[in-house]
């Protein structure tokens, strides 16, 4: 057990009512979990409000609170710390008791709109492969080392980053990759951490449910790179109009990577087939098996990270040529018949562009290219014409489907996106709720050598619909489908 005022090292706090000369069990932001002995930190949420909670969580054995606001009944045997902001005080709460971990690792951070994931998996899994220890924050699953646990968030809240960051450093884990997301930084959900390193890939059309402008988005991936210390470096992705942004005002040292402008990390794509990209990476020449200029951005990051981070740059290229794909990105297969049929998380307007894009390259356009594609709900409604848009323009057919509606009317969703196809486009377009309907539709309509994309879900095994998640995975989904086609 740690003492309150030990963990309060670091907390901007306005005023206290009771000692801090107290013992603490664990701390937490959900009421439903505290226990005897425990801070209750009061959250306000954009559902509920945790201050609403107080009263619960004493009564549940909280002995302190941790509030921007006192409520209006205080109790003499509980203490009661007064913040500006209770989600910056939980962060450096949070790392203050489970000793400060992040200090004791190499902890990268990677944020942009699309890559985090790529880039934090593939940083992972070549630190393994160089023999290091290494640990794993990302939307698709958090690994200590060899044992996985099951992700929830992009970025995890602050206790959830510190638990396991402690796991890490107990397991003698060297360096850590963690996915950044916009929410994340916003929510202070990073305050308290040591960054060694922070990785830029890109910015595009996405979370403008939760950001109101661009601009504010933009500023907020900004904040990261402002945060970091003088120690670490920045490294960000220069052919992207934000890419300097982002580095204005970080004291951290300053490096690029770039496949069309000069670079501290330079690029050029040499071949880009099914089969994988031949790649000249500041000199020299390396095949990879990933595909797509947007993976040569993705490798070019990893490889600036890894020699940054002091590997040696012919290992590191050696390295890279050994990496397999990440679960639910440009994930494909081939049917008996011959029908390739391609799994990708593109959910932004700009990832489905660079797919899209990416597969009319490499094909010989005598076959046909058949997109499966839908927009979350509860989410970002300005991109649904937009996807719509581009799914029709690039692609032969294009099926517009559910992905996970959440607690909004499926179709509803489906009529927004048909808003943004071209009137030219009309005949490519079949609109089918369901999604496994559409799927299957896809797989009808293909002739061997044709070309099937499932945009959207990606890694992700199940469909949310009215809250409920249904199991729904989308490469066991169009496998299924392809083999009861076949026989």
Same mark, same amino acid.
């Given at each position: 057990m740690s003492l309150?005022?030990?963990?309060? $090292?670091?907390?901007?706090?306005? /005023? =206290?009512?009771?000692?801090?000369?107290?013992?603490?069990?664990?701390?937490?932001?959900? +009421? !439903?979990?505290?226990? #005897?002995?425990?801070? $209750? =930190?009061?959250? !306000?949420? +954009?559902? #509920?409000?945790?201050?609403? $909670?107080?009263?619960? /969580?004493?009564?549940?054995?909280?002995?302190?609170?941790?509030?921007?606001? $006192?409520?209006?009944?205080?109790?003499?045997?509980?203490t009661y710390v007064l913040v500006k902001d209770t989600n910056t005080a939980m962060a450096f709460m949070a790392a203050n008791f489970f000793g400060d971990p992040s200090q004791h690792l190499k902890l990268v951070g990677i944020t942009g709109t699309n890559g985090k994931t790529t880039i934090a998996s593939l940083l992972f899994q070549l630190f393994q492969k160089a023999g290091f220890k290494v640990g794993l924050l990302s939307t698709v699953k958090i690994v200590v080392d060899t044992i996985e646990y099951k992700a929830t968030h992009t970025t995890p809240d602050s206790i959830t980053i510190n638990h396991y960051l402690k796991e890490m450093v107990d397991q003698g884990v060297e360096y850590c990759f963690m996915e950044v997301s916009s929410h994340g930084i916003h929510q202070k959900r990073t305050e308290g951490l040591h960054f060694v390193g922070g990785i830029f890939t890109n910015l595009s059309h996405d979370h403008l449910d939760y950001h109101p402008t661009f601009a504010e988005y933009r500023d907020v991936k900004k904040s990261f790179f402002d945060h970091l210390p003088k120690t670490a470096f920045a490294l960000s992705n220069i052919d992207d109009k934000n890419g300097q942004i982002v580095l204005q005002n970080t004291t /951290? !040292?300053?490096? +690029?990577?770039?496949l069309k402008s000069y670079a501290d990390y330079k690029a050029q794509i040499l071949e880009n087939q099914l089969s994988g990209l031949l790649l000249k990476i500041n000199g020299n020449e390396v095949w990879v098996k990933l595909i797509g200029t947007f993976n040569a951005y993705n490798l070019l990051a990893i490889y600036g990270a890894a020699v940054e981070l002091g590997l040696e740059s012919l290992e590191v290229l050696r390295l890279l040529s050994d990496l397999e794909s990440v679960s639910g990105r440009f994930q494909f297969i081939v049917s008996a018949t011959n029908i390739t049929a391609i799994v990708d998380y593109a959910h932004t307007p700009d990832a489905l562009d660079n797919v899209l894009k990416t597969i009319n390259d490499i094909r010989t356009k005598n076959e046909q290219l058949i997109t499966v594609v839908g927009c979350g709900g509860n989410r970002d409604k300005t991109k649904r014409p937009i996807m719509a848009d581009i799914a029709t323009a690039l692609s032969d057919k294009a099926i517009l489907t559910s992905d996970n509606p959440r607690e909004e009317d499926p179709e509803a969703i489906i009529n927004e996106m048909e808003q943004g196809v071209a009137p030219q486009n009309y005949k490519k377009v079949l609109s089918i709720t369901d999604r496994k309907q559409a799927i299957k539709t896809a797989c009808q309509l293909a002739q061997p050598n044709d070309i099937i994309l499932i945009a959207g879900k990606g890694h992700e095994t199940y469909q949310e619909v009215k809250g409920i998640r249904h199991h729904f995975d989308d490469m066991e989904t169009i496998k299924e489908i392809l083999e009861q086609l076949n026989k």
């Amino acid at each position: 057990m740690s003492l309150l005022k030990d963990i309060l $090292f670091k907390v901007a706090i306005e /005023a =206290v009512k009771g000692s801090t000369d107290v013992a603490i069990h664990k701390l937490d932001f959900d +009421s !439903r979990k505290i226990g #005897s002995n425990d801070i $209750f =930190v009061a959250i !306000r949420g +954009s559902v #509920s409000d945790g201050h609403d $909670f107080i009263e619960k /969580a004493i009564q549940l054995g909280a002995v302190a609170i941790v509030c921007d606001t $006192f409520p209006e009944k205080i109790e003499k045997e509980v203490t009661y710390v007064l913040v500006k902001d209770t989600n910056t005080a939980m962060a450096f709460m949070a790392a203050n008791f489970f000793g400060d971990p992040s200090q004791h690792l190499k902890l990268v951070g990677i944020t942009g709109t699309n890559g985090k994931t790529t880039i934090a998996s593939l940083l992972f899994q070549l630190f393994q492969k160089a023999g290091f220890k290494v640990g794993l924050l990302s939307t698709v699953k958090i690994v200590v080392d060899t044992i996985e646990y099951k992700a929830t968030h992009t970025t995890p809240d602050s206790i959830t980053i510190n638990h396991y960051l402690k796991e890490m450093v107990d397991q003698g884990v060297e360096y850590c990759f963690m996915e950044v997301s916009s929410h994340g930084i916003h929510q202070k959900r990073t305050e308290g951490l040591h960054f060694v390193g922070g990785i830029f890939t890109n910015l595009s059309h996405d979370h403008l449910d939760y950001h109101p402008t661009f601009a504010e988005y933009r500023d907020v991936k900004k904040s990261f790179f402002d945060h970091l210390p003088k120690t670490a470096f920045a490294l960000s992705n220069i052919d992207d109009k934000n890419g300097q942004i982002v580095l204005q005002n970080t004291t /951290a !040292r300053k490096c +690029s990577y770039a496949l069309k402008s000069y670079a501290d990390y330079k690029a050029q794509i040499l071949e880009n087939q099914l089969s994988g990209l031949l790649l000249k990476i500041n000199g020299n020449e390396v095949w990879v098996k990933l595909i797509g200029t947007f993976n040569a951005y993705n490798l070019l990051a990893i490889y600036g990270a890894a020699v940054e981070l002091g590997l040696e740059s012919l290992e590191v290229l050696r390295l890279l040529s050994d990496l397999e794909s990440v679960s639910g990105r440009f994930q494909f297969i081939v049917s008996a018949t011959n029908i390739t049929a391609i799994v990708d998380y593109a959910h932004t307007p700009d990832a489905l562009d660079n797919v899209l894009k990416t597969i009319n390259d490499i094909r010989t356009k005598n076959e046909q290219l058949i997109t499966v594609v839908g927009c979350g709900g509860n989410r970002d409604k300005t991109k649904r014409p937009i996807m719509a848009d581009i799914a029709t323009a690039l692609s032969d057919k294009a099926i517009l489907t559910s992905d996970n509606p959440r607690e909004e009317d499926p179709e509803a969703i489906i009529n927004e996106m048909e808003q943004g196809v071209a009137p030219q486009n009309y005949k490519k377009v079949l609109s089918i709720t369901d999604r496994k309907q559409a799927i299957k539709t896809a797989c009808q309509l293909a002739q061997p050598n044709d070309i099937i994309l499932i945009a959207g879900k990606g890694h992700e095994t199940y469909q949310e619909v009215k809250g409920i998640r249904h199991h729904f995975d989308d490469m066991e989904t169009i496998k299924e489908i392809l083999e009861q086609l076949n026989k």
